[in-house]
């Protein structure tokens, strides 16, 4: 299964923008980057997905590499309520790894005021 | 409202008294998949389902058994649970097995096992 390393945490101010990496570097051509973020005691819920262009939605950004290995969330201003973690993961619906998921541990983002 | 919804948020139990926790989701989802979540260890995915009659094995099925025998609900089983089966436990839904939808997630269950 593919999988992806992110950092254990990350830190920002207030206002500040935060950049999320994640590698991927096994990722193959149809693999979709997803990225999910968890608010503390809350469900992960759905913040952004792309392929091969970069990405906006309102809540965020998407970053991805030329050549797909790697990608970067964008939180364009952090805001208290942005701490969480943040978990980036490949979807793919392909032979053996149809239907599974794999989301690791995530970033921590902790927000200063 | 289109939710996913676990039962019971909150559990105590004893090792080997079974117990089931139920998930169900109101958005016609083919989709359905149960994580448990560890400190340390993030979110692992137990078992998951396409669709009706269909389920196969996540990460870290042992000592746990679903079923899908409705399109919107899919419980989770524990036949015999044991204390490192104490986790919080969270179910998950989406329509299709796409690679372009998003994940619904419930609000996760606490269980622990004594």
């Known amino acids: 299964d593919a999988k992806t390393t992110q950092p254990n945490s990350m830190e920002s101010n207030e206002e500040e923008p935060v950049h999320l990496p994640c590698n991927h570097s096994?990722?193959?051509?149809?693999?979709?980057i997803h990225w999910y973020r968890q608010l503390p005691s809350q469900g992960p819920e759905y913040v952004i997905h792309?392929?091969?262009s970069n990405v906006n939605n309102r809540m965020a950004s998407l970053a991805i590499a030329e050549d797909r290995k790697s990608s970067t969330l964008i939180l364009h201003r952090a805001t208290l309520r942005d701490a969480a973690v943040y978990y980036c993961?490949?979807?793919?619906?392909?032979?053996?790894?149809?239907?599974?998921?794999?989301f690791g541990r995530g970033t921590q983002l902790t927000v200063w005021p | 409202e289109a939710q996913v919804t676990q039962n019971p948020r909150y559990l105590i139990t004893v090792t080997g008294k079974k117990l089931t926790v139920t998930c169900s989701q109101n958005?016609?989802?083919?989709?359905m998949s149960w994580y448990r979540q560890d400190p340390g260890l993030g979110l692992r995915q137990i078992y998951y389902?396409?669709?009706?009659?269909?389920?196969d094995k996540g990460d870290v099925p042992e000592g746990y058994k679903v079923s899908r025998k409705e399109k919107r609900n899919f419980p989770l089983i524990l036949e015999s649970p044991s204390p490192n089966q104490t986790s919080l436990y969270f179910c998950?839904?989406?329509?299709?097995?796409?690679?372009?939808?998003?994940?619904?997630f419930g609000e996760g269950s606490m269980l622990t096992v004594l």
């Open positions: 998950a839904s989406s329509l299709l097995v796409s690679k372009t939808v998003e994940l619904f």
């Open positions: 792309g392929l091969t």
């Open positions: 096994t990722i193959s051509g149809t693999d979709y």
């Open positions: 993961i490949l979807r793919d619906v392909r032979g053996s790894t149809l239907g599974r998921l794999y």
């Open positions: 958005m016609n989802h083919e989709y």
């Open positions: 389902s396409m669709n009706v009659e269909v389920t």
